[in-house]
């Protein structure tokens, strides 16, 4: 089945302590992106990756790093979580047209609270 | 860069009636535009997109949206909502490289 796995899809930390919400697609999409989900706001985007080794910066990059060594993998870390991340973040992958753009497929969430 | 507005935030119609949501887009060159449900627990699920071409797109569940460029709108429509419509509905505008900016979502709920 395609799809996009998230996990963990709950989490409870506490502040400064690090981790690593995986994300993990089986559709060989180009495209990975990392969203996050907060009322009244929409989605915004966090990073994005085009291709392997391929990333950058979305709307709302600052407290997060990602990675992008292989295709299907694109895991989110949090160096230093602090309380303004607890949030409902989701992957998302996409095949590219060749001009640029396609639909996306979400992950199922994760939801993290930072205490 | 590009941006949508979905004005508003919730929405309560009864079952077998008709449903508009709207949204409105602004981008400076042809946008790619997209309407992504999401029901509670879930995430996202492309209802329908808009790349070129005919202006009214039809999309999954029995859903349509009208690309109206004059008015920079994208509504979506269903002449009869079930109830299993409730959730919430996001419009999006993409652009190169795929950078997506979505709404704020309207958040349906169906009386039955």
């Known amino acids: 089945e395609a799809q996009v796995t998230q996990n963990p899809r709950y989490l409870i930390t506490v502040t400064g302590k690090k981790l690593t919400v995986t994300c993990s697609q089986n559709?060989?999409?180009?495209?990975m992106s990392w969203y996050r989900q907060d009322p009244g706001l929409g989605l915004r985007q966090i990073y994005y990756s085009m291709n392997v080794e391929v990333t950058d910066k979305g709307d709302v990059p600052e407290g997060y790093k990602v990675s992008r060594k292989e295709k299907r993998n694109f895991p989110l870390i949090l160096e230093s979580p602090s309380p303004n991340q607890t949030s409902l973040y989701f992957c998302?992958?996409?095949?590219?047209?060749?001009?640029?753009?396609?639909?996306?497929?979400f992950g199922e969430g994760s939801r993290l609270t930072v205490l | 860069a590009q941006s949508v507005t979905q004005p508003d935030i919730h929405i309560t119609v009864s079952e077998g009636a008709s449903l508009e949501l709207r949204c409105n887009y602004s981008?400076?060159?042809?946008?790619?535009l997209f309407w992504y449900v999401q029901s509670p627990g879930q995430g996202l699920q492309l209802l329908l997109k808009?790349?070129?071409?005919?202006?009214l797109v039809q999309g999954i569940k029995g859903f349509e949206a009208e690309f109206k460029r004059s008015q920079s709108s994208f509504n979506l429509r269903k002449p009869s909502v079930h109830w299993s419509d409730a959730a919430e509905y996001f419009c999006a505008v993409g652009a190169y490289n795929n950078d997506m900016r979505f709404g704020a979502g309207t958040r349906l709920t169906v009386k039955p």
């Open positions: 998302a992958s996409s095949p590219l047209s060749r001009q640029g753009y396609g639909e996306l497929f």
């Open positions: 808009y790349f070129s071409g005919d202006t």
């Open positions: 559709m060989n999409h180009e495209y």
């Open positions: 981008y400076g060159a042809t946008p790619y």
